[in-house]
């Protein structure tokens, strides 16, 4: 038999090793959001500072359609929330040519127009998982956790379709976490015990703990 046939162990361990380090980053990408360049550190990754290529897109970033100018003109001045602003707002988000630089510079100023017209959403459609995970990523440049507990809290109390309910569980979970806020554990406490709800609660909690121990048993 050719010597390049037999399996070489060298080449396995360094494709098991790859493997664990993939998985690795992957999980601090996934429970470390706020803190993956610290985490990756840990693990032995050197960080360099580079251009920031999102800030220059974002500096210079201007509103190409009406929808977008009226946006810009209600951010940047003394328009309160509206109907009509927050279908501009949606319109905006479905639309195939998102000018995401221009309103990810609003998010990462945090805006206060862009919050309000986000909490005036939430009022009147609280389960819009696009609206919650907008309040979430305003959260990453604002200390707002508190609304955001709030907001997630009453969507999961209120929304009655179950595979939505157990997508807002979820995005509720990853949102929170990086606070150290237990949301499933939270919610747990807020349906009975074999409901449907609480049914679900608990296989999340479950997936979670599973993910857990898989994390640990990489590591070591």
């Not at 098991?16 to 470390?32: A, M, P």
């Not at 508190?146 to 109390?157: E, F, K, M, Q």
């Amino acid at each position: 038999m050719d010597k390049k046939d037999k399996d070489n162990p060298l080449d396995d361990f360094k494709k098991l090793e790859d493997e664990i380090i993939v998985d690795q980053v992957k999980e601090i990408f996934r429970t470390r959001p706020k803190n993956y360049i610290g985490a990756l550190e840990e693990i032995g990754f050197e960080y360099h500072e580079e251009d920031d290529y999102e800030e220059i897109e974002e500096r210079n970033a201007k509103p190409e359609n009406q929808n977008q100018m009226q946006l810009v003109a209600y951010l940047e001045g003394k328009q309160y929330p509206s109907e009509a602003i927050l279908r501009t707002f949606f319109a905006e988000k479905d639309s195939e040519r998102q000018n995401l630089p221009l309103i990810r510079r609003y998010f990462k100023e945090a805006n206060q127009k862009l919050k309000a017209l986000i909490l005036y959403g939430l009022d009147h459609y609280p389960a819009r998982i696009d609206l919650l995970s907008d309040l979430a990523y305003f959260h990453e440049f604002a200390n707002i956790l508190s609304l955001v507990i709030t907001h997630y809290t009453r969507a999961c109390l209120n929304e009655m379709n179950l595979q939505i309910f157990a997508e807002l569980a979820e995005d509720f979970y990853y949102a929170t976490s990086p606070d150290g806020y237990e949301a499933l554990t939270a919610l747990r406490e807020l349906f009975e015990p074999n409901t449907e709800k609480r049914k679900i609660i608990d296989f999340l909690i479950s997936e979670e703990a599973e993910a857990e121990k898989s994390a640990e048993a990489i590591e070591f």
